[in-house]
């Protein structure tokens, strides 16, 4: 047996094992058998099978070389049935006859003979090799070649033409060049012309690509001649056909993406056509043969758009003339060049659909029509080319870009972006938010990215861009111009109020605490920024790089400019922020050395080179705002960087003797002063006082001199300002006593610290101040030139305050001498002050001027975003506004400060200066802020004015509350006080804890501000309830009586509220401190965020909130004595308001103060059962049912405080039901809301889920507290709950005995709905009516039927609550018996 191959086994041994089988004549182990055709069977199915023709390898004829490895032709899958194969055909023979492989034609290969070719030696000499030449040489009259082919290229392939002697001529590009060159037929014999070739004659002249070049020279022109000829004669056998599908067999066998590159556009122009003799050939035109088709040149007179134009000749359709002279021109490729011919006309709009906004290189947005000429660089080669201007998405494109210059230039369009849409300039004319969209697209980090370029210029443009983003001009310079107002320089953080989702914000704050600490320097910097672009700046290392820059770089002045205004921006944003600028490592210290030196070179006015070692007022200014975050920053400053040096230096020369420019100078100076008033507010820098106090006094000696004279340029009243400012705090710091230090708190060791300044060294300041504050009292009748003061008269005015406020506070000094000066302040300058018209004038102006007056002059910024806070100023505010030139704001609070100043100091001075009060212009101004508008939406630039406005309000109430207690005031203006301090206590934000402390303390509760209680207001009550309609029963004694005691229990009222309404400690003692001027316990200028105000629109039932809250925690509740006190006193407090100052309620809606009520009863279940608390809550709900107020009632509305209604009714419901034991106040509470206009599902609660609560529900009709038909009508349309009521009547559950309120409604419910006859009623509806009827008329209880047959009209004086048919009428008569007999017909149906 033969064994089979191994592995390992070579050839040799595969053919012994042929020899060794064909020798033994085995039978083969598989039988060869001839399967016909698929379509048509066998083809001879009588012959047998092949078995003995065998395939034996023979290698005796195989060629010496394997054939080349070349994709073979394709196979077929089966013989023509026309043409079957000869069986004993020999197989050699006719694959030697059908063979069209390349083996086929290189049977015999004949090696190049160089025997005959000489062999030259190179010949030194001294020109280059190979040689050089130049471009214009030897270039003229010689035809362009085609392709991308190198100059040196170009001139060997002329050389070569020359050389050859072959004429040029136009090339001709072919479609295709087979392998081993194209096959060009050039002689055809005329029998053959226009027969087997459609396209035409072709001439075969000679072999044009077998050369036989490297053959012997007598065998060369034989053998490419024989080559040729056979070449021919097989083209001319060949028929159209055949050639077509030969050149498809060629196509498939070449590689298709070497085909594809032979027939693209460039291989067109590389691979042209031999060249010829330069008149055409006489076969005619050439031919494109492609494979797909034949194609057609077009006519020798036509251009071709592919065809080389000639040498000087104008492009088609190009704005500009070729020259020979252009490089890599020689070929001229149309499609490549289209982008330089004109821009296609600018399609004009028809419809409204949005389009892509464009903006020009200064930020500008273009209009989609505008026409722009494209000298102006607008025009590229993106989408929509014809329209001029950049889309933000390109611009975005060219960020990435790697050319620095088109970085740098989007860079900087994009920051003019932002400004302008910032300033508002973009208005409506685009959708949405560009500073969103570009947030979004995350350009708050390719501008971190883009600061770390190598380029100084995309530096430079990225902080520019930066600077656009974070800082808006018009906040930093409001906030400068009121640095001297009543406390101007204590302002609100530049952070977002909300740092976290609505989700997050709902999670406990302790547990959010825990969860928020660990990870808040593990979230990415894209989450941080999310929620605040600050956080997530600083969470990528900005602050290193800034300075990086400064101190490395040495950027030029206006990025030295910008970088400042960056860092002053990040250090407003919070403590925190703060905090890291100061620690970061190097930075002050490179921001003081650099740019706040002590000596510099001196500069003059124009452009500077450089900032570095040139002191700058923006690096003052950023101390300044460093400082102003808290005490120990202020400390580490004036402590760690030798800021006192600084300040010796630049506040010991006037401005004009500093070497540096007038503006610069003056703005510096202006800097140190408020660095130094910063300090001093901590109770820092005396020492410097002692030094520089011979500057300040000439200084100030200067100042009524250049008043009086002319009025000082801006930038001169803003330094005297500041110089007053200055000393105002130093003179505070000379009054306050050394604090007793407390043993848990760190900042209270650093306040222990006595004051460096004594009063004798600040006594003598009050006699140079006070000129002052003549002079510019005098420019008060001219109204132009009393706005262009500015600054300067309050900042006077709280100097005076603060001087007489330390003077009285000296223990060692007569209280006589004090007293006498003001004496002769206020007859000589105060008194005849109040009788000028233009004061008058001023008060008239408070309410154009006012946030509070004009909500609509406190709307968002256009561009304003919850994670970048923003003042939203653009520019200088408006001349009739809080911070323009015409408000009269901070001067009538600086006055007024000053007036209870000396009215608390001299009580027999505040009669007199209480005349003030007496101007209409007060009288209007409050009442219109009082008025039911709408406030104004709480926006950092609301929060900043209100709190100046609230300043103002709440001295004038002070100064009305001191007048009182001297001198009866008047009814009408004392409700009107009263009313105005009810209304600021509720508006009143973070960091104004002492104001609401000092209101509940002194006007809210106070007597003389309650006129009513003398003048019959609980008479007047009484009377009122009387007459009125909505009040039918009465559940207690009358409300006047009730308000009379009220009036007697005021301070124990006031005392609770103290009590519930207490704010946080911490921030109280702050307040207290920078209200008081008691500088050692000033812990920051920094105010905490204005979230929310202080105490919520509802708290005159904080208390009520706060009794319900604790039981809910503690089951056990409270002791008795103090829970019926406590809501008693909260009782009385809300009806009093209720009755005679409705208007500080109008905020809480009547469902809210509906839901305050029902946590009366849900406290415990004793406390609605003390008389007083009876009395009160049945007064207070007289007064939610009277009809003017009833129809506000909307239950279904978002309630604040309360998730929701339907809970908490479900609780009241529940409660009622375990301890009310039928009380009737307690059931007229549950029947309010049962009324039919509110939601459904209430009463569904009551019919469904708490049916045993209707026994208790024992309210007669005539104690209802509303009309009967608010029950009753329209009639109810819920299914579920009709059914609920039939039922509850049929069961008995209902009765006129245990409910007659509710056995009325649910009687003329279920009338109406088994006598309508609609006949849009669903079939469900129409067969539970025809039920329900069914059933009333087989009822056994007499009474009933009656009652559901019979109804009529609701009519509370009756019994039963309602009135009866005394017969049915005929319609509903008529119904019934047409029921009756159906049912006699068909039975009763099953209940």
């Known amino acids: 047996m033969l064994s089979r191959p191994k592995p390992g086994e070579s050839e040799v041994d595969l053919l012994r094992f042929q020899s060794q089988f064909l020798a033994a004549g085995a039978t083969p182990a598989v039988q060869l058998v001839k399967k016909g055709s698929r379509r048509g069977g066998d083809a001879n199915p009588d012959q047998p099978p092949l078995q003995d023709r065998r395939d034996v390898v023979m290698l005796d004829n195989l060629p010496d070389l394997p054939p080349a490895l070349v994709p073979a032709p394709p196979k077929r899958a089966k013989p023509s049935l026309g043409c079957p194969l000869p069986e004993h055909e020999d197989p050699e023979e006719r694959l030697n006859r059908h063979d069209q492989h390349i083996t086929a034609v290189l049977t015999k290969i004949i ?24 471009r214009s040489q030897g270039r003229q009259g010689k035809p362009a070649t085609s392709g991308k082919r190198s100059i ?29 060159g194209a096959m060009t037929s050039e002689a055809v014999t005329p029998r053959e012309q226009g027969s087997q070739l459609p396209w035409g004659s072709c001439s075969f002249q000679g072999p044009h690509l077998v050369t036989g070049k490297g053959l012997r020279s007598q065998e060369a022109e034989q053998e490419a001649q024989t080559i040729h000829e056979e070449n021919v004669a097989r083209l001319q056998a060949m028929a159209p056909e055949e050639i077509l599908q030969e050149q498809q067999r060629l196509l498939a066998q070449l590689d298709p993406s070497l085909v594809a590159f032979l027939r693209s556009p460039s291989r067109t122009h590389e691979q042209a056509g031999e060249k010829a003799s330069g008149e055409q050939r006489p076969g005619g035109p050439s031919v494109e043969v492609t494979g797909e088709e034949l194609i057609m040149p077009a006519s020798a007179s036509e251009p071709r758009q592919e065809d080389e134009l000639e040498p000087g000749a104008p492009a088609l359709a190009l704005p500009v003339t070729r020259h020979k002279e252009w490089l890599h021109m020689d070929t001229v490729e149309l499609e490549k060049l289209q982008w330089t011919q004109d821009l296609p006309p600018l399609r004009q709009q028809q419809t409204q659909e949005r389009m892509q906004a464009r903006f020009s290189l200064q930020g500008e947005l273009l209009a989609p029509d505008v026409d722009l000429p494209t000298h102006l660089g607008l025009h590229h080669h993106g989408e929509e080319a014809e329209r001029a201007g950049y889309s933000l998405q390109e611009l975005f494109h060219l960020t990435r870009s790697q050319v620095s210059q088109q970085r740098a230039l989007a860079l900087h369009v994009l920051a003019q972006i932002i400004s302008r849409a910032q300033a508002g300039e973009f208005g409506d004319r685009l959708v949405g938010s560009v500073l969103h969209l570009l947030l979004d697209a995350g350009f708050l980090f390719l501008l971190r990215f883009s600061l770390d370029d190598r380029v100084e210029g995309v530096i430079a443009a990225a902080v520019r861009a930066l600077r656009a983003l974070l800082v808006a001009p018009g906040d930093e310079k409001l906030l400068d111009s009121t640095f001297s107002w009543y406390l101007g320089a204590a302002v609100f953080p530049l952070m977002p109020s909300q740092e976290e989702d609505e989700d997050e914000d709902a999670e406990p704050p302790g547990e ?43 950027p030029g002045p206006s990025v030295v400019l910008d970088i400042l205004a960056v860092l002053i921006r990040l250090a407003r944003h919070s403590l925190e922020s703060a905090t890291r600028v100061l620690e970061c490592p190097r930075l002050i210290e490179t921001v003081v050395r650099e740019f706040l030196p002590t000596s510099w070179s001196r500069m003059e006015v124009g452009p500077t080179p450089s900032l570095h070692r040139v002191p700058c007022a923006p690096a003052m200014k950023l101390l300044r705002v460093l400082a102003s975050a808290g005490r120990n920053i202020a400390a580490r400053l004036l402590s760690s960087f030798d800021l006192r040096s600084r300040l010796y230096r630049f506040i010991a020369e006037a401005p004009q003797e500093l070497a540096l420019p007038p503006e610069e100078a003056e703005t510096l100076s202006t800097e140190a002063f408020r660095l130094w008033a910063v300090a001093a507010c901590y109770g820092h820098g005396g020492d410097l006082y002692r030094e520089l106090y011979p500057v300040l006094m000439q200084t100030l000696q200067a100042v009524p001199k250049e008043l009086s004279s002319h009025v000082p340029r801006p930038l001169a009243l803003q330094r005297i300002a500041s110089l007053l400012t200055l000393l105002t705090q130093l003179t505070l710091a000379a009054s306050s006593t050394t604090p007793e230090p407390s043993s848990d708190s760190a900042e209270a060791s650093l306040s222990a610290i006595p004051s460096s300044i004594t009063w004798t060294q600040v006594s003598g300041l009050q006699p140079l101040v006070e000129p002052c504050l003549r002079e510019t009292l005098k420019l008060l009748p001219r109204p132009e030139m009393w706005s262009a003061l500015g600054p300067v008269p309050p900042a006077c005015l709280l100097f005076m305050d603060a001087y007489y406020q330390a003077w009285s506070q000296q223990p060692g000094l007569c209280p006589g001498d004090w007293l006498q000066d003001m004496e002769r302040l206020s007859e000589e300058l105060l008194l005849p002050l109040l009788s000028q018209p233009a004061l008058g004038s001023l008060w008239d102006s408070l309410r154009c001027c006012s946030p509070l007056c004009n909500p609509q002059s406190c709307a968002p910024a256009p561009e304003a ?49 209480a005349a003030i009060l007496a101007a209409p212009g007060v009288q209007n101004y409050f009442l219109q802020c009082m008025a039911p508008e709408v406030a104004p939406q709480l926006t950092p630039f609301t929060a900043w004015a209100l709190r100046h406005e609230y300043h103002l309000q709440y001295l004038v109430l002070s100064l009305a509350q001191r007048a009182a207690t001297l001198q009866p005031v008047s009814a009408p203006s004392a409700a009107l006080y009263h009313g105005m301090a009810l209304a600021l206590l509720g508006r009143l934000l973070p960091g104004s804890e002492h104001l609401a402390h000092e209101l509940l303390l002194s006007c809210a509760f106070r007597l003389e501000f309650l006129p009513e209680r003398a003048s019959g207001g609980p008479e007047a009550a009484d009377f009122f309830d009387q007459l009125s309609l909505g009040s039918s029963g009465d559940l207690g004694c009358g409300r006047g009586a009730l308000l009379a005691q009220a009036c007697l229990d005021l301070p124990s009222i006031r005392s609770c509220y103290l009590t519930h309404c207490s704010l946080a400690r911490a921030g109280l003692l702050a307040s207290q401190a920078l209200y008081r001027g008691e500088l050692h316990r000033v812990p920051a200028l920094l105010l905490p965020v204005p979230r929310e105000p202080l105490l919520p629109t509802d708290w005159p039932f904080l208390p009520l909130i706060h009794l319900y809250h604790r039981a809910t925690d503690t089951p056990s509740g409270l002791p008795p004595a103090d829970t019926v006190g406590t809501a008693m006193r909260a009782l009385q407090w809300v009806l009093i308001l209720e009755s005679w100052r409705p208007q500080a309620l109008w905020a809480v809606p009547p469902a809210a103060c509906l839901a305050r009520l029902m946590c009366v009863f849900l406290v415990d279940s004793e406390l609605f059962r003390e008389t ?87 309210l007669p009709l005539t104690q209802l507290p509303v009309s009967l038909e608010c029950y009753t009508g329209p009639p109810e ?31 003329a419910h279920v009338n109406s709905f088994i006598f309508s006859q609609d006949p849009k009623s669903s079939d469900e509806v129409k067969a539970a009516r025809r039920s329900m009827l069914q059933k009333t008329w087989l009822l056994t209880d007499e009474g009933l039927r009656q009652h559901l047959l019979h109804y009529k009209l609701p009519n509370s004086a009756l019994p039963e609550g309602f009135e009866l048919y005394p017969q049915l009428p005929p319609l509903r008569q008529q119904y019934l018996q047409k029921l009756i007999s159906g049912i006699l017909q068909n039975g009763v149906s099953e209940t």
């Open 152 to 180: 040196f290229a170009q001139e060997i392939a002329a050389r070569r033409a020359s050389e050859a002697k072959i004429p040029p001529v136009r090339e001709v590009a072919s479609t295709l060049d087979p392998p081993g």
């Open 111 to 134: 090696e190049r003979d160089t025997s005959s070719v000489a062999v030259n030696l190179p010949v030194p000499s001294g020109v280059a090799f190979p040689p050089v030449f130049h």
């Open 1277 to 1307: 349309d819920n299914l579920a709950l009709l059914q609920l009521y039939f039922r509850a009547l049929v069961t008995g559950a209902l009765r006129p005995r245990w409910c007659p309120v509710l056995y009325a409604v649910a009687v």
């Open 865 to 913: 975003l919850p994670s970048l806070v923003s003042l939203g100023c653009t520019g200088d505010p408006p001349h009739l506004s809080l911070a323009g030139s015409a408000s009269p704001f901070p001067f009538l609070t600086a006055l007024l400060s000053l007036f209870n100043t000396l009215g608390q100091i001299h009580k027999g001075l505040c009669g007199q200066l």
């Open 512 to 554: 959010k605490a825990k969860r928020k600490t660990p990870e808040e320097g593990n979230r990415p910097p894209s989450d941080l920024a999310r929620h605040d672009v600050i956080k997530g700046l600083l969470a990528t290392n900005l602050l290193p790089r800034l300075r990086y820059l400064l101190e490395v770089t040495c």
């Open 1172 to 1258: 007083p608390v009876q009395r009160l809550v049945a007064a207070l709900l007289a007064q939610l049912c009277q009809p003017e107020v009833l129809p506000k009632l909307n239950l279904d509305c978002p309630l604040p405080g309360l998730a929701s209604f339907q809970d908490l009714y479900a609780n009241f419901l529940e409660h009622f039901e375990a301890v009310s034991f039928g009380d009737h106040l307690f059931g007229a509470l549950v029947l309010l809301p049962l009324q039919r206009r509110f939601s459904a599902t209430l009463r569904l609660a009551l019919f469904g889920e708490h049916v045993g609560a209707l026994r208790a529900l024992g």
